[in-house]
């Protein structure tokens, strides 16, 4: 079945960076874009960066470009999410996203926590 494991987020102070990254098992990994998305406390989730399958086309929500970049390691089964400058706003869960099959089903990983704050 397919598995998505995020880890890598946590505390850091703004101006700071985190680097997350995201497992992925139980589907050809190299066919299928994947997408970073977060959610804030009493906020939808929200898009923040997607990458194509084979990593040459990156896209990113207005609020990150710039300071977050997507990158992918198919040989690894791994995307990862460098977050650079990092601000209070940014302070989410952040989740790893697949959609796949005929019905284009989404699968989410469990999330992992980044918290910006002095």
């Known amino acids: 079945q397919v598995q998505l494991v995020e880890s890598g987020g946590g505390l850091v102070q703004p101006g700071g960076s985190l680097r997350l990254s995201c497992a992925a098992s139980g589907f050809p990994f190299s066919w299928y874009a994947i997408n970073w998305y977060r959610q804030a406390p009493g906020k939808e989730r929200e898009l923040v960066a997607t990458i194509s399958s084979a990593g040459g086309d990156t896209n990113y929500a207005d609020s990150v470009k710039g300071r977050f970049t997507i990158s992918r390691d198919n040989a690894k089964k791994t995307v990862y999410l460098q977050m650079n400058s990092l601000i209070p706003e940014d302070t989410a869960v952040y989740y790893c996203?697949?959609?796949?099959?005929?019905?284009?089903?989404?699968?989410w990983g469990q999330g992992t926590q980044v918290t910006v704050s002095s």
């Open positions: 996203n697949v959609r796949r099959g005929p019905f284009a089903e989404d699968f």
